[in-house]
């Protein structure tokens, strides 16, 4: 949408900097291009973020040509290659700051934000910009235009030469002012006369460019080139992964498309089970791209990938893709979230004891909790594994009953859903609790009161001596 509009608005540009001006020009497509911009980062509904592009895209023509125009009819002749040449650094120079911008913002949204501070920069560059002389003096506003020249020789420096000074003056009785007598004003045309006046001049001028066999050249090659540039320009960029074997392209995109703060996976640490609880929240939120990832292995078959490499990426994919595994997956991540916070604690260089017993209490309590009351939690946790097979476009389902079955549950159920309530949530929330009782019974937590030998409570501070000497 956004080239769409770029090409639209190539058409529209040309008129309208010769009716409103070169610098008109610029200020109308940023004071447009800058609510589409912003409007595009903030819209909520797809085809307004569509239209939005459309209208940037038009913008960013009118404010590129108006610009080109007003810099090639300000500048002589002998310098126009060289002026032309520097203007494409600001374009590539602002290409590389967008791609490292991308690496750092993952959201798309902030990375459209930033993409609206260059028009931000160009209205500030209208207010010290001069219309260009040429355009000045084709509207009958030669007085302005021999201003301009003459304010331009100051500042450079530079003095005008005797042969020009009778073309500014032959310039500034050009300037069109209004009738003032009687006369004046009864031989003025009609409105419909001075338009119809003005259509046929610009034709001949427009015809002159015809006439010209190197301005014929010019304006046949020009357009051939721009296509040809935007052509090679999108055909490497859309298809970057056909000349590498790495796929950077596809693992970019993805990595820049993410929403989520985790952007590597990590490994699953044998010692530290808050490390392992991280491990599992940051794979349920990257797993959709894991998914996209070794699909794109697959694809590339055994002329991108050894055999071993495509062999191992089929056999992850078919085990991450299965129900019974994002099913596991999200409620394992679901019920060892509540043993984050005591595992935390317990982990800690100083922790008070008789503190870390209570909080155990208080974890057995709510997880029990949580088993009481299973249809309320299982509802919502079921929604999220529905929420990651949609993601990677796989239909829930539940393996098929037979009347013997040695490997694996043969629980009777009506759907996915209560399937896998019944075979791997119940199971795994009764083992949680049953190992949280076996290694935290009452037995251990009278042991750990033992470690208080004399009850702070029973101590007559104030007097210094000890009401009670027993063991606590």
């Known amino acids: 949408m956004f080239a769409t509009g770029g090409i639209l608005g190539s058409w529209i540009v040309g008129p309208l900097a010769d009716l409103l001006g070169r610098k008109r020009g610029i200020l109308v497509g940023g004071l447009l291009g800058l609510p589409a911009c912003l409007g595009v980062a903030l819209a909520p509904w797809y085809p307004v973020v569509m239209l939005l592009r459309l209208v940037a895209g038009g913008c960013s023509r009118m404010i590129i040509i108006s610009f080109t125009v007003l810099l090639m009819e300000t500048t002589p002749p002998k310098y126009r290659s060289v002026v032309g040449i520097f203007m494409g650094i600001p374009y590539g120079l602002f290409l590389v700051v967008f791609a490292i911008s991308g690496y750092f913002v993952r959201e798309w949204r902030y990375l459209q934000l930033i993409c609206a501070l260059p028009v931000c920069l160009i209205l500030l560059c209208y207010l010290t910009l001069n219309e260009s002389p040429r355009w000045l003096a084709q509207h009958g506003r030669g007085k302005e235009a021999a201003e301009l020249l003459v304010r331009a020789s100051e500042y450079n420096r530079s003095?005008?030469?005797?042969?020009?000074?009778?073309?500014?003056?032959?310039?500034?009785?050009?300037?069109?002012?209004?009738?003032?007598?009687?006369?004046?004003?009864?031989?003025?045309?009609?409105?419909?006369?001075?338009?119809?006046?003005?259509?046929?001049?610009?034709?001949?001028?427009?015809?002159?460019?015809?006439?010209?066999?190197?301005?014929?050249?010019?304006?046949?090659?020009?357009?051939?080139?721009?296509?040809?540039?935007?052509?090679?320009?999108?055909?490497?960029?859309?298809?970057?992964?056909?000349?590498?074997?790495?796929?950077?392209?596809?693992?970019?995109?993805?990595e820049t498309q993410l929403e989520s703060r985790k952007h590597k996976l990590k490994n699953l640490?044998?010692?530290?089970?808050?490390?392992?609880?991280?491990?599992?929240?940051?794979?349920?939120?990257?797993?959709?791209?894991?998914?996209?990832?070794?699909?794109k292995i697959v694809e590339g078959g055994p002329a991108i990938w050894s055999t071993d490499s495509l062999a191992d990426a089929q056999t992850l994919l078919l085990a991450i893709t299965s129900t019974g595994f994002i099913v596991s997956l999200v409620i394992t991540n679901n019920a060892l979230g509540y043993l984050k916070g005591v595992t935390t604690s317990l982990q800690a260089e100083a922790k008070d004891i008789v503190e870390a017993s209570s909080e155990v209490n208080y974890l057995k309590a709510a997880l029990q909790d949580v088993r009481n009351n299973m249809d309320d939690h299982y509802t919502d946790w079921f929604c999220q594994a529905e929420q990651l097979c949609e993601a990677v476009g796989i239909t829930p389902s539940m393996p098929r009953r037979c009347k013997r079955q040695q490997h694996r549950d043969n629980m009777p159920a009506e759907g996915p859903a209560e399937y896998y309530k019944r075979t791997v949530t119940i199971p795994f929330l009764d083992h949680l609790l049953a190992q949280l009782e076996m290694r935290f019974t009452h037995l251990h937590q009278k042991a750990f009161q033992g470690h208080y030998p004399i009850h702070l409570g029973n101590c007559d501070t104030s007097r210094g001596k000890q009401k009670n000497t027993g063991a606590g």
């Open 159 to 254: 003095p005008i030469p005797g042969t020009f000074k009778p073309f500014l003056d032959k310039l500034r009785k050009q300037s069109q002012e209004p009738p003032t007598s009687p006369q004046e004003v009864q031989g003025q045309q009609s409105p419909k006369e001075a338009a119809s006046k003005r259509l046929v001049e610009k034709m001949k001028a427009m015809w002159q460019y015809f006439r010209s066999p190197a301005m014929l050249v010019i304006m046949l090659v020009t357009p051939l080139m721009w296509f040809l540039v935007n052509i090679i320009s999108f055909a490497i960029t859309l298809n970057a992964n056909n000349f590498t074997s790495l796929a950077v392209m596809t693992i970019m995109t993805l």
């Open 269 to 295: 640490c044998r010692t530290r089970w808050v490390e392992r609880l991280d491990v599992l929240a940051t794979f349920v939120e990257l797993h959709s791209t894991v998914v996209a990832c070794l699909e």
